[in-house]
């Protein structure tokens, strides 16, 4: 009898440590089919245990933190190295991984060689780099951040005063896309900037350019997200600046991809409420096929006295991290876009739309063309809270259609655009 229970009690743990092996990010990322990755940076090249645990325990994606950037790659003309990069594809095949590739063409950590000053060598030379490059990786990188950040970091719609821009010109862009389309037609081809993730000035302009790509038929097929934010990101406003904004990129048909992300802060539950709120959108939806963090540990990041990362500097999960499983095991159902227009407006008067009061007696005028126009009401979670549809000239009392005791911030959304209302008591 004691036997038996020695018995049970062994497989009794057997078990228990099979299924606490089983919980992962990748095992519910690839039930949903998403890629869930993170960036190698020197600990992978260390071929430290405990980061390598990680990596091949949680994620199916891999991208390189540095080492399939031009200045380490490529540094002399046709005398590419790719014996760190290669590594790097060797562990991600040998684990079953897809790989990002990062980055063609970028600003920084460029081989001196490649920008000459000239339109024409330049452009040569960037032929040449991505030939070499893509050529060699064809068929073990899924997908490539072509151009990397090639607008100004402060919003002002403008390109970035960069060696490309000024050996070639704004252009440099669409050559880059179709250098590299030549070399791989099967690759995905993405434009990867920071600063855009939720709608405002620079993924204005971001969303300008690669629709004017896309109108030019440039081959592009996706947009990526970096999503380097801070934990005071943790607002409430944050959830549909950033499905917003993704939804209009969804729209043009492309791809999307959290290609970086980390969230600095000491506060690590708001921490973990930013990266939950990125998780919710990707979820949500269809579009975006990847979630990539950029690291492992918060001691190896580059934004490290942040603590950026999902693990602590003793390679322990952070709440951010139990916060991105818990999405991951019970996912939230994919999302109806908004009708109408995307674009907030805080004042009085937002198209047919007019604000006529104050709190919970506002009333809304349908002053426009349309009509009868539908209108629906949403909270900042995206939780359709009413819908309506309004008469040219009659007056409809917001308070008519809530429950008495709502208070919140409500979005008015009409094909005329969004009318933010603040309900109090
Ligand atoms: O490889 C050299 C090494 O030989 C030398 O001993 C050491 C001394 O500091 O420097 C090493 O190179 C550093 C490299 O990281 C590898 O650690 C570079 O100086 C350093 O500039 C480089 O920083 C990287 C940075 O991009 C610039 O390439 C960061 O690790 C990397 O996280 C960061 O990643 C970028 C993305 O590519 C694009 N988006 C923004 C993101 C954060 O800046």
Not at 216 to 231: D, E, L, M, R, S
Request: charged share 25%; glycine share 8%; hydrophobic share 40%.
């Amino acid at each position: 009898m004691m036997f038996f229970y020695r018995i049970a009690g062994v497989l009794l743990l057997v078990f228990t440590m099979l299924q606490a092996q089983e919980e992962s990010f990748k095992k519910y990322a690839d039930e949903l089919g998403l890629n869930i990755g993170t960036a190698l940076g020197y600990q992978f090249e260390r071929n430290t245990p405990e980061h390598n645990e990680i990596v091949i325990r949680e994620f199916n994606t891999v991208v390189a933190e540095n080492t399939m950037k031009a200045v380490i790659l490529h540094k002399v003309k046709g005398q590419p190295d790719f014996s760190r990069a290669d590594k790097l594809i060797d562990f991600a095949q040998h684990h079953g991984m897809r790989v990002r590739g990062h980055t063609l063409v970028w600003h920084f950590q460029n081989a001196d060689w490649i920008c000459t000053g000239e339109r024409e060598s330049t452009l040569e030379n960037m032929k040449f780099h991505i030939e070499t490059v893509m050529e060699h990786f064809k068929g073990k990188v899924h997908e490539w951040d072509v151009v990397n950040e090639a607008l100004e970091e402060a919003p002002t719609g403008k390109m970035r005063d960069s060696e490309w821009l000024r050996s070639i010109g704004p252009d440099y862009v669409d050559s880059a896309f179709a250098f590299a389309h030549r070399v791989d037609p099967d690759c995905k081809l993405f434009y990867n900037d920071f600063g855009t993730s939720v709608l405002g000035a620079k993924s204005d302009s971001m969303y300008a350019m690669v629709k004017r790509l896309l109108n030019n038929g440039i081959p592009i097929h996706g947009v990526g997200f970096q999503a380097h934010q801070t934990a005071a990101d943790a607002v409430p406003e944050l959830y549909l600046g950033v499905r917003w904004n993704f939804e209009r990129f969804a729209e043009l048909g492309l791809d999307l991809a959290i290609t970086e992300m980390d969230v600095t802060g000491s506060d690590w539950e708001k921490q973990a409420e930013v990266y939950e709120t990125f998780m919710r959108v990707t979820l949500e939806l269809p579009a975006v096929k990847s979630f990539v963090v950029w690291g492992v540990r918060d001691n190896d990041s580059w934004r490290r006295s942040g603590t950026p990362l999902l693990f602590d500097d003793n390679w322990e999960p952070k709440p951010a991290y139990v916060a991105l499983m818990n999405l991951l095991k019970d996912p939230p159902a994919a999302v109806q876009p908004f009708p109408g227009s995307r674009s907030v407006k805080s004042g009085h008067d937002s198209g047919q739309l007019l604000f006529n009061g104050k709190n919970r007696t506002l009333s809304l005028r349908n002053t426009g063309m349309v009509n009868p126009l539908p209108i629906a009401i949403y909270d900042l979670r995206g939780t359709l809270v009413a819908s309506a549809v309004m008469s040219a000239g009659i007056p409809l009392t917001l308070a008519s259609l809530l429950e008495n005791e709502f208070t919140g911030t409500l979005l008015v959304c009409s094909e005329g655009g969004v009318l933010r209302v603040n309900v109090v008591r």
